[in-house]
């Protein structure tokens, strides 16, 4: 042939390419990509996917109903001298300009500190940008910068804050505070330190600009001095004053959370667990199962033999004592979780490897003079990925489970010191919120989801198998 | 050709491959396999040696002790001269160029997950030889040389039939440019029609390039064209070794004898009057140690002293060896 022909390639079907189109012919696996995707979006999204807070409690709206509406309830504040207390976030997240309502309800003798601390991490700046009052009964709102000490990062930082008093009748359009001058992470704090004298009844609103998405803005209130100050509220209003409107899609629970909101956020920790512990296991069976198919011979068989023994423990049990002797922090879950789902992905590999190491073409590659890393990057790792992608595919639904099982024993994860309510703590306590009346929907709606995802991960698993090794069709 | 007068291109000495049995629970080695058990021939440039055994008796594990796939128990190769069996790997590399391998199975042989282009290029990505551009140039050369169409290009192997994989793996085993090729049934997984069309290609590649083959087959009637000398094995060992036309004329030992009765042959006259030697039993286990003729247990024409004199080949008449004490030399 001469090298100036034109030589038009025929692309062939790779196996992958081939798994894929087998895998698309299976509908119910279709149906389980899908889902299964959508909830892994809705996971990584949750921020934007959520109505409110998860955490924001409406205790006028104790189980409300699923499918009810109704308008963010103020919060009612009774202060205590000395003590704080904090405004859940209102709206979950937010960019630019948000609105608050600040209801006065009786005198004020003295400042009331009100701080903003916001979750977010590059927030440059949170902004004061607008009070409006009402001027016949407000005196004089202070604006008054304390030396804040700010906790970020990489440490503590000491601000000023801008000091401003406005004048009644002045207008207060411009007025401004910087929150913090520079990129910081962690809890931001504003100072809003409000002489406010007003006698009664009064509505204060005011706008805070940010530069970043904020979520879950608290309003802390802090009081440092003597104050005489009985109720308020505070509520996050529309741009018009209106206040903002809820949908409980799901319904509420016993402390009045938006329920969907608190399974979006379930989502994200229950995949977290299946995802982590599944990578745990993962590296340790990948690795495990490779050397002893590699190496072969007696260090294979001893370290199937101590696979063999690690099977025979009843492995719930050591999952249990784990997490009550090394505390519930989600890491010994991971830990825990992941060390007992190696062992198949451990055998899985090694089997793999194994009848791998006798084929052909790696002896044809060792005869080119390919060398051992030559043949596992090229040979080894590309014909047993299928294999481990199938096989991790199947273990993160069984994983999730498995947590479920240990939250609804109340063996919920926590990250430093709080609970990770994932989809099986929510079952939990729907079980537990049952007993105190017709709270049907706290139960079902967990349960279901996590039903359903479990069957679409596990059509998933079962169309790839099927789909990669179709002569593995039917068996386990 | 006249093989005497060169020097061989390889040359093997008591090869000797013993695998170990392990047993039970402890996996405690109990027995050896004596897969290849002292073989010794010369192979000349340029020609075919047709080595030929039934299933199990030892050939590919020759192939592979020739290659170094494998580590002999005992035995030399030498390769042009040169004592290979006791170099380092590394310094075997370059010897890897001049030997490859062709495989019995074209499914086994081709990873499934990569297209012709990189099966066919593998040895010289290995070697780091050509550019990427030239080498797609040579890997079209060798699709071409062998038959293929260039347009497969990049079509994985499991969209191709048994006898385009073969090609594709013979292309392989041609991208270094090697001297010698060993080929370890390279036909016996295909279609009698296929059979033939690969038997011509190898033959006509031999002509073109020069090659030297090491050509395996269980059967006496796939080399019987191909090989220049052919040599029959049993057991791990070579019963009977001659050049072509005198071991299909005149085969001297008994299980040679027995192997070419069961050949068919295509005229139905001969065919009929054909007396057929019908070996009892199945291959023996090459665990036992036999101290004297490993075929005694099934030879029509055993005697008492079979069992206990060592056979050796030894020449009856001008290259026609046979390991046989009952020959006759003439
Ligand atoms: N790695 C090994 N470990 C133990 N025994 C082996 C090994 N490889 C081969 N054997 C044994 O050595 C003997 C010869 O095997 P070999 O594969 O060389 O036979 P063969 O002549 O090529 O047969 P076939 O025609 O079936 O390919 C067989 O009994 C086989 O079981
Ligand atoms: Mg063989």
């Known amino acids: 042939m001469s090298t100036s022909d034109p030589v038009k390639f025929v692309a062939g079907r790779s196996l992958w390419q081939d798994a894929f189109r087998r895998l698309l012919r299976n509908r119910m696996a279709v149906v389980g990509a899908i889902v299964t995707l959508l909830l892994a979006c809705i996971a990584i999204f949750a921020e934007w996917v959520v109505p409110v807070d998860p955490t924001y409690q409406e205790l006028h709206h104790r189980f409300g109903v699923p499918g009810q509406v109704h308008d963010t309830t103020p919060e009612r504040l009774f202060l205590v001298e000395g003590e704080r207390t904090s405004f859940p976030p209102l709206r979950y997240r937010g960019k630019g300009t948000r609105h608050f309502r600040f209801l006065v309800q009786q005198r004020i003798a003295t400042g009331v500190h ?14 004061l940008t607008r009070i409006d009052s009402l001027p016949e009964s407000v005196e004089r709102i202070e604006v008054r910068g304390d030396r804040e000490v700010f906790r970020h990062g990489k440490g503590e930082e000491e601000v000023t804050v801008l000091d401003k008093e406005i004048v009644l009748g002045e207008k207060l359009d411009d007025v401004f505070l910087p929150l913090l001058s520079r990129a910081s992470r962690g809890r931001q704090k504003l100072v809003l330190n409000q002489v406010v004298r007003a006698e009664t009844n009064q509505t204060l609103t005011f706008d805070l600009e940010s530069d970043q998405t904020v979520r879950g803005l ?123 789902q190696w062992l198949t992905m451990a055998r899985i590999v090694r089997g793999q490897v194994l009848s791998l190491k006798e084929k052909e073409y790696i002896e044809a590659a060792r005869a080119s003079g ?3 890393f030559w043949i596992l990057t ?99 | 050709m006249n093989p005497e007068k060169s020097s061989p291109l390889l040359r093997v000495r008591g090869l000797k491959k013993h695998f170990p049995v392990h047993e039970g629970l402890f996996r405690r080695q109990t027995e050896w396999v004596r897969a290849v058990d002292g073989v010794s021939f010369d192979l000349y440039s340029g020609t075919t040696l047709g080595l030929v055994g039934e299933s199990g008796c030892g050939k590919s594990t020759l192939a592979r002790l020739i290659l170094r796939l494998l580590e002999p128990t005992e035995g030399q190769v030498e390769f042009e001269g040169v004592d290979v069996s006791g170099v380092s790997m590394r310094e075997f590399r370059s010897v890897r160029k001049d030997m490859q391998i062709v495989f019995q199975d074209p499914h086994a042989s081709l990873d499934p997950r990569m297209t012709v282009e990189s099966i066919i290029s593998e040895p010289l990505r290995i070697f780091g030889l050509n550019q990427r551009k030239e080498r797609r140039w040579r890997v079209l050369e060798l699709m071409d040389l062998v038959g293929l169409d260039p347009a497969f290009l990049k079509r994985y192997p499991h969209e191709f039939s048994g006898g385009q994989r073969q090609r594709i793996g013979i292309a392989r085993a041609l991208a270094l440019e090697p001297k010698m090729i060993v080929c370890d049934e390279p036909v016996s997984a295909l279609d009698v029609s296929i059979q033939s069309q690969i038997l011509n290609l190898l033959e006509e590649l031999q002509e073109r390039l020069g090659l030297t083959y090491l050509f395996i087959a269980h059967d006496l009637a796939v080399v019987r064209h191909i090989s220049d000398i052919v040599a029959v094995m049993y057991l791990g060992r070579i019963v009977e070794m001659a050049t072509a036309s005198k071991l299909y004329e005149s085969p001297q030992h008994p299980y040679t004898q027995a192997l070419l009765s069961a050949v068919p042959i295509p005229d139905p006259e001969i065919e009929r009057k054909r007396k057929r030697i019908l070996l009892e039993g199945a291959l023996p286990s090459p665990r036992q140690f036999h101290p004297g003729c490993s075929f005694a247990s099934r030879c029509p024409v055993v005697d008492a002293s079979c069992r206990s004199t060592p056979q050796t080949l030894r020449e009856v008449t001008e290259s026609h060896r046979v390991a046989c004490h009952l020959v006759k030399t003439s």
């Open chain 1, 114 to 127: 009100v701080h903003l601390s916001a979750r977010s991490k590059k927030v440059r700046k949170i902004q």
């Open chain 1, 218 to 340: 608290r309003i802390d209130n802090q009081t440092v001095a003597t104050y005489d100050l009985v109720g308020r509220l505070v509520q996050e209003v529309r741009r018009d004053g209106k206040p903002f409107q809820h949908r409980h899609l799901l319904g509420q629970d016993m402390h009045g959370r938006d329920l969907f909101s608190r399974l979006v956020f379930g989502a994200r920790i229950s995949f977290l667990i299946g995802v982590v512990a599944t990578l745990v296991s993962l590296f340790i069976g990948v690795f495990y199962g490779a050397v002893a198919g590699w190496v072969g011979g007696r260090v294979d068989s001893f370290m199937m033999r101590v696979v063999d023994i690690l099977y025979g423990i009843p492995y719930m049990f050591l999952v249990i004592i784990l997490m009550t002797s090394f505390g519930r922090d989600v890491r010994v879950m991971f830990i825990a979780l992941g060390a007992v």
């Open chain 1, 370 to 372: 390919g060398g051992g």
């Open chain 1, 378 to 476: 090229r040979h080894l790792i590309p014909n047993t990925l299928g294999v481990i992608a199938v096989y991790t595919t199947l273990t993160i639904p069984s994983v999730i489970l498995q947590e479920s099982f240990l939250s609804f024993l109340g063996l919920s994860p926590e990250w430093q010191g709080q609970p990770l309510e994932s989809w099986g703590a929510l079952t939990w306590n729907g079980i537990q919120a049952l007993g105190t009346g017709q709270n049907w929907w706290l139960l079902v709606f967990p349960a279901m989801t996590l039903a359903i995802t479990l069957f679409s991960m596990n059509f998933l698993g079962d169309g790839l198998r099927d789909a990669f090794d179709p002569q593995m069709k039917g068996r386990t």
